[in-house]
């Protein structure tokens, strides 16, 4: 299984950015797909995740009402819409996959995201 990510890039703050993902390879099922980042210096921090079977998101309150995640048009791909962006959100951007329920066992490579 692999995630590929696309849509990082340089923004002024207050602009917007749109984040992909897209799953390919032997999924059996679907269960959560989510983002995470990592600033410089820090740890990496749960952003957003969308539960397939449900549609029920949950956002990290540093980007709630700016960020909003979507499942896209493709089985197993999500999509981050970024708006109001800020010099704080500057970090890479991780995308994860939990087909299971059992955790995040699959990771994107990372795109950079500077605001």
């Known amino acids: 299984v692999q995630l590929v990510e696309s849509g990082g890039g340089s923004v002024q703050a207050g602009g917007s950015l749109r984040l992909s993902c897209a799953a390919s390879?032997?999924?059996?099922?679907?269960?959560?797909m989510a983002w995470f980042r990592q600033a410089p210096g820090k740890e990496r921090e749960g952003v957003t995740v969308?539960?397939?079977?449900?549609?029920?998101?949950y956002y990290d309150e540093t980007v709630e009402g700016r960020f909003t995640i979507s499942a896209g048009d493709a089985k197993n791909t999500v999509n981050l819409q970024m708006d109001h962006l800020r010099p704080e959100d500057t970090a890479v951007y991780y995308c994860?996959?939990?087909?299971?329920?059992?955790?995040?066992?699959?990771w994107g490579q990372g795109t950079q995201v500077t605001v």
């Open positions: 994860a996959a939990d087909f299971t329920g059992r955790g995040f066992q699959y």
């Open positions: 390879g032997e999924i059996d099922s679907s269960y959560c």
């Open positions: 969308l539960y397939f079977g449900s549609g029920v998101t």
